[in-house]
């Protein structure tokens, strides 16, 4: 801690704390490119990151976007995709249809516009690098609409596996002839959160918990729902205030959990409602304020006053009168239905993904993957899927391994975040390995600090509780690793679906925003969690190696304050990730490499620091918290501050690029006189200048500054190793007229 009356911060007591890393001792394989991404969510035009009027994402956006760099993104998104009905946010806005949101019967929740529909996602996706992980709505879907989106998304034009309509070629249509290649699907979103009463507004089971067998089994086979007197619904709006009648003729509402028409080609090349469908069970009964209502086949004998209505079967519709043939219900009135429906479960869906995929590898001799992973996140899934001997149609378990609500405010809160990390966010994780067969793995597509609304989430404390467990997460096999979520309004409140803090990007409302539609004007900023992927993503292998702290310390809670990775890439160089998670202490750190020598290296390193643990940015200072970067050479032997998270990167092979920028002058090293061509030069300064100018460029406490200047090489070690020394000891334009002496000197400077 910083003393007072200024005095110069001493190094920490302890010595060198030894991470080795052995790069002859691989622990897995993953995808560098795909595994860190981020959870997004197709609703109120992407949370205002999307244009409904130019129907694209919004630059501001896309940059700070492609500055994470976020390898997969995770779509529709979580609870709000439960209900996600693809076929109807495709082709032209105009006819697309409003969707449903998870928790459709909240205060003030309506139908939600269409406008970031699915074409919009892979656009933007294949665009930005992004690997798309799909979650399929089991909500609303059954097996033959997910075998129809697998031929949507990864079939070529006229392939068509499953007969009927050409969906690649709808696709096409759509203005994509290219199969986007999707091989991640999750079958719905924490759906064992299957609460009976609260259907629309805290439950994830929907139509399960109304199975007789209950909601886990229901989840696993499938099997009849049966509802009485259920409120029926508008097509594009559940809410069940939305739903009482309006007195208007002609009125139509829905069975809400009747299976989603499949559709089939009309005459004039559109999609229609294929009329043959069987969409409920017979037996429909409908009744309006209490009194059942008779239900005809047509209003064609039907009165003024006749309280008749008609069922269409093929989707679930109840048609009322026009007031001259059959009765309009009175104003106000709630109309609800008693109907039983048979249900496909996980394995048939399951099933028809993988079959369709193998298909289409048979027809066009391809070898695509489908990888299916269950969202019941319950012992129930694992023990009942090996008791039917179904482990074939399961690739492994999502896992939303949330914190919970830490602890305190201030130094007690993140200090608990710490704790939670691992005792909830990792242990968790663990006991699902442990329970899954070992060809199953752990998917890691929601995580982070939830549910609080406390600006810490905000804040460099949720960063380094991201970098702490996204770690295990890789060792613990998860293939993505998704952080909830890319973004959320700027505020201090919360929704249905959590906290906004949580969100890495946040958007700020401008005078003319809606954050109920998310139309308007929004501006962007990244929190120091976006940061955190930054690092990740601007480089690391694929091939993940063993690492050891020779010593561990420990917060006072007995949460471990450093955790690493580390990595080869193919070209044979090395990435440690480190994590300083003491709220206290600075660590020194010496990098000790087995397998292969560091003498020479060039050694890249990313910072995420700063002066407290409560630290973020904001709309009036964006960049408060940022990554800084350095550049050395020779032996690693640093400092890694409090709260802090880095990440190196090792060239073994010890060369710089072929142009090197010094004070804004191009030299070409080839041009270097002596040693081969090369010429090595020491830029030295006084210690409390160099200091100064830290605290000037990087924004860091004195501390920091003086423990990174003292971890590096002495002056006399850069004297005696280098050709020549400059001193850098004046003002920039002192400086400036000492490089150009030297160049002249050399006559190595380019002439324009």
Not at 406 to 420: R, V
Not at 558 to 577: F, T
């Amino acid at each position: 801690p910083v003393t007072e009356g200024g005095t110069e911060p001493e190094l920490p007591s302890t010595g060198p704390i030894t991470l080795t890393v052995d790069v002859n001792d691989p622990q897995r394989i993953i995808d560098s490119d795909s595994i860190f991404g981020i959870n997004h969510r197709y609703a109120f035009n992407g949370y205002g990151s999307f244009d409904s009027k130019t129907m694209q994402i919004k630059e501001d956006f896309k940059a700070l976007y492609e500055d994470a760099g976020f390898g997969s993104i995770r779509y529709p998104g979580g609870t709000i995709s439960n209900l996600f009905n693809w076929k109807t946010t495709i082709g032209p806005v105009a006819e697309r249809k409003n969707q449903i949101h998870g928790f459709y019967n909240n205060a003030g929740q309506g139908g939600i516009a269409p406008n970031f529909g699915l074409t919009e996602i892979a656009t933007f996706a294949e665009d930005v690098d992004s690997e798309i992980v799909y979650v399929y709505s089991l909500g609303r879907g059954n097996a033959q609409d997910a075998a129809d989106l697998i031929e949507y998304l990864n079939a070529k034009v006229g392939t068509n596996p499953n007969g009927g309509i050409d969906w690649a070629a709808v696709r096409a249509a759509n203005g994509h002839p290219d199969p986007y290649g999707v091989r991640y699907f999750e079958i719905g979103n924490e759906m064992q959160q299957a609460w009976g009463g609260s259907d629309g507004t805290a439950s994830q089971g929907y139509w399960t918990t109304n199975v007789s067998a209950g909601a886990e089994t229901a989840y696993i086979d499938g099997g009849t729902a049966v509802f009485n007197q259920q409120y029926a619904v508008c097509e594009e709006d559940w809410n069940q205030q939305a739903s009482r009648s309006t007195g208007e003729a002609n009125m139509v509402r829905y069975m809400r959990y009747a299976n989603v028409n499949p559709k089939m080609m009309g005459e004039n090349g559109k999609l229609v409602d294929d009329p043959s469908f069987k969409a409920v069970n017979d037996g429909v009964t409908v009744y309006v304020g209490g009194t059942q209502w008779t239900v005809v086949q047509s209003f064609e004998g039907s009165g003024a006053s006749d309280k008749h209505c008609v069922v269409d079967y093929s989707t679930g519709a109840i048609h009322f009168g026009d007031g001259k043939n059959g009765a309009i219900p009175a104003a106000g009135q709630q109309i609800t239905v008693s109907y039983s429906v048979d249900r496909q479960g996980f394995i048939d869906v399951s099933k028809a993904i993988k079959n369709t995929m193998a298909k289409i590898n048979e027809i066009e001799g391809t070898s695509y993957e489908a990888h299916v992973y269950s969202s019941y996140e319950t012992a129930g899934f694992i023990s009942k899927m090996q008791q039917r001997s179904a482990n074939e149609w399961y690739d492994g378990l999502t896992i939303h391994p949330y914190s919970g609500t830490p602890n305190g405010t201030g130094a007690a809160f993140y200090d608990s975040a710490m704790q939670l990390a691992e005792n909830v966010g990792v242990h968790k994780v663990q006991e699902y390995v442990d329970m899954m067969p070992a060809d199953k793995v752990p998917v890691i597509s929601e995580y982070g600090i939830f549910r609080s609304t406390d600006p810490l989430v905000r804040s460099q404390t949720h960063a380094i509780y991201i970098a702490k467990v996204l770690m295990e997460y890789v060792r613990l096999g998860s293939p993505y690793i998704q952080k909830h979520c890319l973004i959320d309004w700027y505020s201090s409140g919360a929704d249905s679906l959590g906290p906004t803090q949580q969100a890495v990007i946040q958007a700020v409302a401008g005078s003319d925003a809606n954050t109920v539609t998310g139309e308007g004007t929004f501006t962007f900023f990244s929190t120091p969690s976006a940061h955190v992927f930054k690092m990740l993503n601007s480089g690391f292998g694929d091939t993940i190696v063993a690492t050891e702290f020779d010593s561990r310390p420990t917060l006072g809670n007995g949460a471990q304050a450093l955790s690493a990775l580390a990595s080869v890439d193919e070209n044979s160089n090395i990435y440690v990730a480190i994590v300083n998670a003491s709220r206290e202490e600075d660590y020194p750190i010496t990098l000790n490499l087995e397998g292969i020598s560091a003498e020479g290296a060039i050694v890249t390193a990313q910072i995420l620091t700063s002066d407290s643990f409560d630290a973020q940015n904001s709309p009036e200072d964006p960049n408060a918290v940022s990554v800084q970067e350095l550049t050395l050479s020779g032996e690693w032997n640093q400092v890694i501050p409090r709260h802090t998270f880095v990440v190196l990167k090792l060239d073994p092979v010890g060369e710089l690029d072929d142009s090197t920028v010094v004070s804004g002058f191009t030299v070409d090293r080839t041009d270097l006189p002596t040693r081969g061509g090369d010429v090595t030069v020491a830029i030295t300064a006084p210690e409390e200048d160099r200091i100064e100018r830290l605290l000037a460029r990087d924004g860091i406490s004195y501390e920091h500054a003086a423990l990174r200047i003292r971890a590096q090489k002495p002056e006399e070690y850069f004297r005696e190793k280098c050709d020549h020394v400059l001193e850098n000891n004046g003002t920039e334009e002192d400086f400036h007229e000492k490089c150009l002496a030297f160049f002249k000197e050399f006559t190595i400077m380019k002439k324009e």
